[in-house]
């Protein structure tokens, strides 16, 4: 299957010959070949179906026993269209995030079934903050928050009363509803993050919550750090992560050795202001014993408002934190360069030291912000808003952008437009206290990833205006949307860069292909020319690809006296039968090509010009029959 044409950046160079030069120039509509994914189909998870309201701070994590089944989450206000409050919203997808069922967390205003009035959320009217993680069993762990919202409010929005952690769970690969628990010992909670240990190792199955709340009413409000070893049913007494009371807006990691990995904005112990740096706390023994907070990025330089991005909406840096065989990685938004820019930390010596910071977005112009990360099948994959298509003097539009890295953080690919249609960010108002009635686009977005395929979830305003509510200033219609991001399963590389060919004799091209994330099959590979008439014959047309390993494919470029001068282009084109396990269905598809330019200038003696790609990463859609026979859609939650 094709999914991507190589185009190419602009280039030029002359050649000199009986005293006349001849230019020829590349035209400015090419752009450098990306390696970034394929993104598919914008997918609005809950659809447009009424009552479509607001879904913000989404979350997505993907099934370990199964990478066809994902669950997401998000604020779900679609309780407001009856007077209520904004509920977790539990969204469940078995075709890799291409249909998925929805529904509310049980428990919310209004539920009467089993499930809902067992709930200890039961007592409450509102929850925010929403965060999944499975672990190693196909168990899924919903974390938020819950509290009450006062009617004594405009338009019911009134003050909120205490904020209180709980983590519900989802058994048999997030199916099933299993129970909620409420988490005591945090007061004022707020920011929670969620990560389960899935290393297979002595703490396996092991859940961990970061998040910001008082251990008294007289201690400070900083972050704090709990777990669980019995499945979600009791939870420890919190301790504060880091111990000196500098923590704010944690991220949490687990790396395969079972250590858990605590990432905070700095703040001040005793006032709470911003200290401008990220530190990384490191706590071992299952989650017990912290043994080290490092600063990570010093000096960090904060989004702290809106404002700073020339926003309406609220903003402000939030660290997001991964781990895997490879390292420790964190990314945030920073305004080091007078705009805010995503940025990449890693550690490789367990959290001890991390590099300086590596910009990820690849334009200069724009705002890039809100950066979510995973790492998986040897990849980091990192999702963020993007507003480098904006073309007004004011914030008006707004995208999404994903890039990934295949060495470990070191590098990151050219970046790939993931929005098929940018959106006004300012476009809906928040219509839930507190700060109901301002724009709102949440604090933060979601990503999970397999080796295969990226899925990013985001809060989306492209259909705003589907729905009306002008007690909310109009369009309130803010929906999750996801797409399935195609990663690849080898890269070709072609050299040289360039080359002039006279008629009468030859060049030569090298293509050389590099398996990616344990890709195994025999790759028969061809070229064509466009317009045909160039002359190619080729060596190494079938290629046996192992783990890890290359191949070559050699390619004679041989233009005769009566070759026509003109510009071709050159394509080369694998095909695969995919090798893997017994899990994953095989077949035989179409790869990206990788195009070479070849220019033929008129001049006497005429001569050939060729233009070799440098690294391009293909795509493969080796799960393309196991995706056919997924099965459809379950009932609704």
Not at 204 to 212: I, K, M, P, Q, S
Request: proline residues 6%; charged residues 10%; contains cysteine.
């Amino acid at each position: 299957m094709l999914v991507a044409v190589l185009i190419f950046p602009t280039a030029s160079w002359s050649t000199s010959t009986a005293g006349r030069t001849v230019r020829s120039t590349f035209g400015s509509d090419l752009v450098t070949p990306s390696s970034s994914g394929v993104p598919g189909t914008n997918v609005p998870v809950v659809g447009e179906a009424g009552p479509d309201r607001q879904q913000v701070e989404t979350t997505i994590s993907v099934d370990p026993h199964n990478p066809n089944i994902l669950v997401a989450g998000a604020q779900d206000m679609r309780l407001k269209s009856v007077g209520e409050h904004r509920w977790h919203g539990y969204y469940r997808s078995v075709d890799r995030g291409q249909t998925w069922t929805n529904g509310l967390l049980p428990g919310y205003p209004g539920d009467t079934s089993s499930e809902g009035l067992s709930s200890p959320l039961h007592r409450s009217n509102a929850t925010s903050d929403p965060v999944l993680a499975f672990d190693r069993l196909g168990n899924v762990y919903y974390a938020g928050l819950v509290f009450n919202i006062s009617a004594t409010g405009p338009l019911g929005n009134g003050p909120i009363g205490n904020l209180v952690l709980f983590v519900a769970k989802y058994t048999n690969d997030g199916s099933i509803y299993s129970g909620a628990t409420l988490i005591s010992g945090a007061l004022n909670a707020d920011k929670p993050w969620i990560a389960a240990d899935t290393t297979g190792g002595s703490n396996d199955g092991n859940v961990y919550v970061a998040l910001d709340a008082n251990l008294t009413t007289s201690s400070v409000f900083r972050t704090i750090f709990t777990r669980s070893t019995d499945g979600g049913k009791t939870f420890s007494p919190p301790f504060y992560v880091p111990s000196d009371f500098t923590g704010r807006l944690p991220g949490v990691a687990v790396d395969p050795a079972g250590n858990v990995y605590v990432s905070t904005d700095t703040v001040d112990p005793v006032t709470g202001a911003g200290l401008n740096y990220i530190q990384v706390s490191k706590i071992t023994n299952g989650g017990t014993t912290l043994v080290q907070t490092v600063k990570a990025v010093n000096p960090a330089y904060w989004v702290t408002s809106g404002a700073d991005i020339g926003a309406s909406f609220r903003a402000y840096t939030i660290p997001q934190i991964a781990a895997d065989s490879r390292g420790v990685y964190v990314t945030f938004d920073d305004m080091r360069l007078g705009n805010a820019s995503v940025f990449l930390t890693r550690s490789t010596d367990g959290g001890s030291t991390w590099t300086p910071p590596l910009r990820i977005n690849d334009a200069l112009t724009g705002q890039h912000f809100f950066p979510t990360i995973t790492a998986a099948g040897g990849l980091v994959d990192v999702a963020w808003y993007d507003s480098r298509l904006n073309t007004q003097s004011s914030f008006t539009s707004l995208d999404v952008f994903f890039a990934i890295s295949y060495d470990g953080g070191v590098s990151f690919s050219a970046n790939s437009r993931v929005t098929n249609q940018s959106f006004n960010p300012g476009l809906v108002n928040r219509t839930d206290a507190p700060n109901w009635n301002e724009p709102f686009m949440g604090d933060y977005v979601g990503i999970a990833a397999t080796s295969s395929m990226a899925h990013p979830l985001w809060s989306d305003n492209r259909f705003a205006c589907d729905t009306i509510d002008t007690s909310y200033g109009g369009c309130v219609d803010q929906d999750a949307f996801t797409a399935a991001i195609t990663l690849p399963d080898f890269s070709i590389s072609a050299t040289p860069q360039s080359q002039t060919i006279i008629p009468g004799s030859s060049g030569s091209i090298t293509a050389t292909l590099t398996s990616l994330n344990g890709f195994q099959s025999t790759v028969t590979v061809s070229a064509s020319s466009s317009p045909s008439g160039l002359p190619l014959t080729s060596s190494g047309a079938t290629i046996q690809l192992a783990p890890g390993g290359t191949g070559l494919y050699n390619l004679t470029v041989s233009p005769t006296i009566s070759t026509l001068p003109t510009t071709y282009e050159v394509n080369i084109t694998p095909t695969t039968v995919v090798v893997q396990s017994s899990s994953v269905g095989g077949s035989i598809v179409s790869i990206d090509k990788l195009g070479l330019l070849a220019h033929l200038l008129s001049m006497v003696p005429v001569t050939l010009s060729i233009l070799t790609a440098g690294a391009l990463v293909v795509r493969v859609w080796r799960r393309h029959a196991r995706r056919a026979s997924a099965s459809g859609p379950e009932g609704t939650l």
